[in-house]
């Protein structure tokens, strides 16, 4: 396996694809979940394009609410908040940079789901 990293101007670019093409999504998910350190890297990039970007309605910015995913070994769990608490009935969005096995973010999902979101955006 080889992982290949790409440059702060691609990442902003990725990032701006992504973000113009979730704000399209009804509903707009309003509980993100990054997955590991990875999916809090993308998180990050997300987010502070969408601070810059002069058409995206920063009021979605402000219905988010975050729920990190820890992973240690095969463990897999909510960091801060009850996931009881936040998820049914939320629209979710799962967020994992780099994917190899697909793995974590199927058993990521499979955590969600049990929580009775009203959708899962991966």
């Not at 093409?21 to 809090?40: M, Q, Y």
């Not at 729920?67 to 996931?83: A, C, M, T, W, Y």
């Amino acid at each position: 396996m080889h992982t290949y990293l790409i440059g702060a101007e691609e990442v902003r670019g990725y990032a701006r694809d992504f973000l113009r093409r979730l704000e399209k999504f009804k509903p707009f998910p309003n509980v993100w979940c990054p997955v590991t350190e990875s999916g809090n890297s993308l998180l990050k990039a997300i987010y502070n394009e969408a601070r810059q970007d002069k058409y995206l309605d920063k009021d979605l910015l402000n219905t988010i609410r975050l729920l990190p995913i820890g992973v240690s070994g095969d463990n897999i769990e909510f960091i801060k908040e009850k996931p009881e608490e936040v998820i049914p009935g939320n629209v979710v969005l799962l967020l994992d940079g780099a994917i190899h096995s697909g793995t974590v973010m199927f058993r990521s999902a499979e955590k969600i789901l049990g929580h009775n979101p009203a959708e899962l955006y991966c």
